[in-house]
C-alpha cells in the first residue's frame, strides 16, 4: 500500500489579551508608525499569567479535532512544535496527549524555532508515508512573549503569542485514480548551523541554568529570509514538476509583511493570494503557518484542490517548505 497525508482538519487558538503598539509605546521608545512601516505588526496576542503552551496547543487541537470530526481515540502520534515549552522536560506534547485524554499513541516535542511547524509537519508526513501512523495531530505552539527583553525595542516589538494545529490522515492512493493528487505532495528541510548567533536565546538548562531572552540580528536575519525561502520554494516547485503560476495560495511564516511581500514578488503571486495574519497576530514563531492556514481555511479562501505552498525561516537557521493539494 502506498499512503499519503492528507489534511483532515486544523484549528487555532489566540490568547484574549491583545497588545497593541500604541500600547507597547508606552512602555518602550517606539511608535505604532516605526512598528507598523518595518513589519507590517499593528497588535499581537499575550497569553495571560499562567497561560502556558500547554493550554494554547489544547485549545488548537481541540478545534483542529473537531474540525476533522474525530476524537483524540482516533490519533497515534502528537508533534508539537515549540521553543517555549513548559518546562526543561519533560516535553509539552506530553502534555498535551494527557490533557487530550489519550493513552495511547507517542508525543513529542520538535525545536526548529520559526520553521518548526513545517519541520514537525515533515516528521509526521514520514511517518504517515512509511505506514507507521495513520493519524497524527501536528501543532505549532509558543509562549514567546516569556523569552522576550521586555526592555528591547529591536526584538519586543516583533512576537506575539498562539497556537494552530492541524490534523494528518493516512490516505491510500495506491490505484486510486485522481486521488494520488490530494495531501502532502512534498516537504523539504534545511538547516545550517554555521549561522546560530543571528538569532538565538542567550539561555539553557546546560549553559546558564536559565531560561535566557532573544537576541537577533534583524538585517543579516532579514538577508537570509529572502535568499533562503526563495531557494526552497523553487527546490518545492521543481521536485513535483510545478510551476510559480501553479500555486494557489502563499501561506507562509508570518515574520515580518517586507519578508512577505519580497517571496510573493519573487513568485510572481498578487498580494490577495497569499494569507497575512502579521498586522494582527505579529511572530508566532511555529504558530504562525497554522494560525494563518486556518484562518483561510475557515473562511472559505483555502479550498479543495487549490494547490497550497508554506515557508519558513528561523533560529538554527532552519529553514524548509511543504507543498499541499488541498
Ligand atoms: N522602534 C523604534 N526604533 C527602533 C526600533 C523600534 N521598535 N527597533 C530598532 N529601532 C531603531 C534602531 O535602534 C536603529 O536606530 P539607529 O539608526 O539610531 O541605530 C534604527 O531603528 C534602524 O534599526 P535597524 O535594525 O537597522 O532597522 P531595520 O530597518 O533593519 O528593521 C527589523 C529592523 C524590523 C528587525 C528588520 O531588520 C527585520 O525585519 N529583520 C528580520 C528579522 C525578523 O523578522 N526576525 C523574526 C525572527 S526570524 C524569522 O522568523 C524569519
Not at 479535532?65 to 508539537?80: F, P, Q, R, W, Y
Not at 536559565?210 to 529572502?226: I, K, L, Q, S
Not at 515580518?256 to 511581500?261: F, S, T, Y
Request: with cysteine; aromatic share 6%.
Amino acid at each position: 500500500m502506498k499512503f499519503r497525508s492528507v489534511i483532515a482538519g486544523c484549528g487555532s487558538y489566540l490568547p484574549e489579551r491583545i497588545l497593541t503598539n500604541d500600547e507597547l509605546s508606552t512602555k518602550v521608545e517606539t511608535t505604532d508608525e516605526w512598528i507598523a512601516s518595518r513589519t507590517g505588526i499593528r497588535q499581537r496576542h499575550i497569553a495571560a499569567e499562567g497561560e502556558l503552551t500547554s493550554d494554547l496547543a489544547y485549545q488548537a487541537a481541540l478545534k483542529a479535532l473537531e474540525h476533522a470530526g474525530k476524537t483524540a481515540d482516533d490519533l497515534d502520534m502528537v508533534i508539537l512544535g515549540t521553543t517555549t515549552p513548559d518546562q526543561t522536560f519533560p516535553a509539552t506534547a506530553t502534555r498535551v496527549q494527557a490533557m487530550l485524554g489519550m493513552t495511547r499513541g507517542i508525543a513529542f516535542d520538535l525545536q526548529a524555532v520559526c520553521s518548526g511547524f513545517i519541520f514537525s509537519l515533515s516528521v509526521a508526513d514520514n511517518f504517515i508515508r512509511t505506514g507507521q501512523a495513520k493519524t497524527v495531530l501536528v501543532i505549532g505552539a509558543e509562549t514567546f512573549s516569556r523569552i522576550l527583553d521586555w526592555e528591547d525595542r529591536t526584538t519586543c516589538v516583533l512576537f506575539g503569542d498562539g497556537a494552530g494545529a492541524v490534523i494528518l490522515e493516512a490516505a491510500d492512493t495506491s490505484g486510486v485514480d485522481g486521488e494520488g493528487e490530494r495531501g502532502i505532495l512534498s516537504t523539504h528541510l534545511h538547516s545550517d548551523g554555521r549561522f546560530n548567533d543571528i538569532l538565538y536565546v542567550d539561555g539553557g538548562p546546560s549553559s546558564t541554568q536559565t531560561v535566557g531572552r532573544v537576541h537577533m540580528a534583524g538585517r543579516e536575519v532579514f538577508r537570509h529570509a529572502v535568499v533562503n525561502l526563495a531557494g526552497v520554494v523553487d527546490e518545492a516547485l521543481t521536485a513535483n514538476g510545478l510551476s510559480r503560476t501553479d500555486i494557489d495560495w502563499l501561506v507562509p511564516h508570518q515574520a515580518n509583511k517586507r519578508i512577505l511581500d519580497g517571496t510573493a514578488r519573487k513568485l510572481g503571486l498578487a498580494e490577495d493570494h497569499v494569507v497575512v495574519t502579521v498586522d494582527r497576530h505579529a511572530n508566532t514563531s511555529a504558530a504562525s503557518i497554522p494560525l494563518a492556514l486556518d484562518e483561510a481555511v475557515r473562511d472559505g479562501r483555502i479550498r479543495p484542490g487549490q494547490l497550497v505552498l508554506m515557508e519558513a525561516m528561523g533560529g538554527g537557521l532552519t529553514w524548509g517548505a511543504a507543498l499541499v493539494r488541498w
